[in-house]
Each structure stands twice: as C-alpha cells, then as structure tokens.
C-alpha cells in the first residue's frame, strides 16, 4: 500500500518568512495530492490539492510543487502570519483507490 | 447545511465498556471514513463506508466495528474499550473516491481509564 511521509515535524518561523514542508510518497500510481490546515482542537480542512497533471499550483500565499520523478510534493507558504500557525498534513491517493493516506503531520508555529 | 457532525464531543470510559460514535452528514455524500488522531501518528483510517450498506477495514480496524444502514450515518463501535483506544476519533465524507475532497466532523475525545 500507500506510505507517506513527511518533514519536518516542527517548524517554527518568523512573521512574514517562508515556509515549506515536504512529503514523499511510495505508490507511483498516486495521482491526487491533498494538504490539510488543522488548527488547535479544531478539525482538518483542506487548503489546497494537486494533481499529477500539473507541476504547480498557487493560492494567494500558498502553492504546491509536486516532483513525480522524485515521488515528492512540497508545500510553500510565503510572507507567513500567526493564523497560519497550525499543523499541516499531507496526503496522497489515487483514482480508482478508496481512501487517502496522510502523513504524520508538521506542527508551524508563526512567531509575531 | 450542517455538514458533517458528530456525537458526542467528549467521553470518559472505563476499561471493557461499550460505547457508539454517531457520524451524520448531509451533503448526500456516498463515501464516509473513521479516523483516529494521535499524537505524532496523524490521522490513521480505521474504517470506511463506500455506500449505505457496505463497509470495509482501513489501517487500523482491530476492536472497532461499524455500521451504515443509512446514507447519512456511519456508526463507530468499541465494543470493549481498552487504553489504547484513548484517541481523538475523526469521521470524514466526500462524494466520491480518494480523489476527492473529505470534509471533516468536529472530533470525538474519548478517553478510556
């Protein structure tokens, strides 16, 4: 089966820095690549997902980059504020497969 | 529009009780999913339900069942709570397979003594 895994754990960053996590996945059929935000005792939502058609994907201050090569996909979050201090998990599935796999999840703390 | 809810928030078991986790959503999702959330582990699939009637095992399905005999609940059951079952319990739905977006409930905090 699927296994994610993601880096770093933690990351602590200063106001208005950059931030990037990083997962690596095993399946080279996963084709569907989700992150979710979860902030403190509250539930995960998606912020932003990718496909394997394409290579990038930006939102306002945030993008995906995703390597198929490499089995890879990073998420970048620019000019950082407090609120998106959470914790961030990465996901990777297929079509054709019934669930998601996650990873272990980065805990960002934005310092003001 | 709810969306996904769960019941209860919070519960206190003692070893070997018994007790159900109710997940209702009402976007007439077809695929709905229990995880559990721990610390370090991120989200681990227990079961999931691909249509009213039918269940399946995720990752993690030892001493859990479930049940969805309507299209709008999935039921999660400990049928004899142990300590290692002390978790914060996710149920998600989405319409259609992996590839989809899931939307999250509000999570279960169950402790089990």
């Known amino acids: 089966g699927e296994n994610v895994e993601q880096h770093p754990s933690t990351l602590s960053v200063q106001e208005g820095d950059s931030a990037v996590i990083k997962c690596t996945y095993s399946?080279?059929?996963?084709?569907?690549f989700p992150w979710y935000k979860q902030e403190l005792g509250k539930r995960p939502q998606l912020i932003i997902d990718i496909r394997s058609n394409v290579g990038e994907k930006k939102d306002q201050r945030i993008a995906v980059t995703l390597n198929k090569t490499a089995k890879h996909f990073s998420l970048h979050i620019t000019e950082t504020q407090p609120e998106d201090s959470a914790v961030y998990f990465c996901a990777a599935s297929s079509t054709g497969r019934r669930a998601l796999t996650f990873g272990s999840g980065t805990r960002l703390q934005v310092q003001p | 529009n709810a969306g996904v809810t769960q019941t209860p928030k919070f519960r206190v078991l003692k070893t070997g009780q018994s007790m159900t986790l109710l997940c209702a959503q009402d976007?007439?999702?077809?695929?709905m999913y229990w995880y559990r959330q721990d610390p370090g582990m991120g989200l681990r699939l227990i079961h999931y339900?691909?249509?009213?009637?039918?269940?399946a095992k995720g990752e993690v399905p030892d001493g859990y069942n479930v049940s969805r005999l309507k299209k709008q609940n999935f039921l999660l059951g400990l049928e004899s709570a142990a300590p290692s079952q002390t978790s914060v319990y996710f149920c998600?739905?989405?319409?259609?397979?992996?590839?989809?977006?899931?939307?999250f409930g509000p999570g279960t905090r169950l402790t089990v003594l």
């Open positions: 399946d080279s059929a996963s084709n569907y």
């Open positions: 339900s691909v249509g009213e009637g039918t269940t």
């Open positions: 976007m007439n999702h077809e695929y």
């Open positions: 998600a739905s989405s319409y259609s397979m992996g590839t989809d977006t899931q939307y």
